[in-house]
């Protein structure tokens, strides 16, 4: 059942001025705020399913970790040479173990598409390699890497350390 919960609240664009002040206007000058239309106030409303438990979704058959901007998927929609993906070509784990609580390891990113300093600066921020070759990256993105190519070295070290 639908639970609802009503409120009035200052206006947070304007303050509760009912005057905005923008880029476009100084020296004096403010506009009457849209989002509240000058009242200085805002009426909230926000309908919503009260949690019971997470539900379980038919259509899901695998998760990731993180999507890094990557097209993820497989068959109709995919793209040329689509066909050869299956969904654990983009890592990850089947949803049942992801369901039963079962945590991402080592070997489950998006390794067929992404570097270590890639997936990590989505996945686990605090895991990205420090490498001096990545160092140089400033700016570009990860696909511009003269390593990219040979990502599957860059992953093998990452493996390495790890086991260190």
């Not at 947070?12 to 206007?25: D, H, K, P, R």
């Not at 259509?59 to 040479?81: A, S």
């Not at 921020?125 to 070295?153: A, N, Q, V």
Request: aromatic share 12%.
């Amino acid at each position: 059942m639908k639970k609802v919960i009503e409120w009035v609240q200052q206006c947070e664009f304007c303050g509760g001025t009912g005057v905005y002040v923008g880029i476009g206007e100084r020296d004096g000058i403010g506009v009457v705020c849209k989002s509240c239309s000058g009242s200085g106030k805002q009426e909230m409303r926000v309908e919503y399913l009260p949690f019971t438990k997470r539900r379980e979704d038919k259509k899901i058959k695998r998760v990731i970790e993180t999507n890094p901007g990557i097209m993820c998927g497989e068959g109709k929609g995919m793209g040329k040479g689509a066909a050869r993906y299956t969904l654990g070509y983009f890592g990850g784990m089947p949803y049942e173990d992801w369901l039963k609580g079962k945590k991402f390891e080592c070997g489950m990113e998006m390794r067929n598409f992404t570097c270590p300093a890639w997936w990590f600066q989505s996945a686990d921020y605090d895991k990205k390699p420090d490498w001096p070759e990545c160092k140089d990256m400033w700016g570009r993105s990860f696909s511009d890497c003269k390593r990219f190519k040979r990502k599957e070295k860059c992953w093998e070290k990452l493996d390495e350390e790890a086991v260190e």
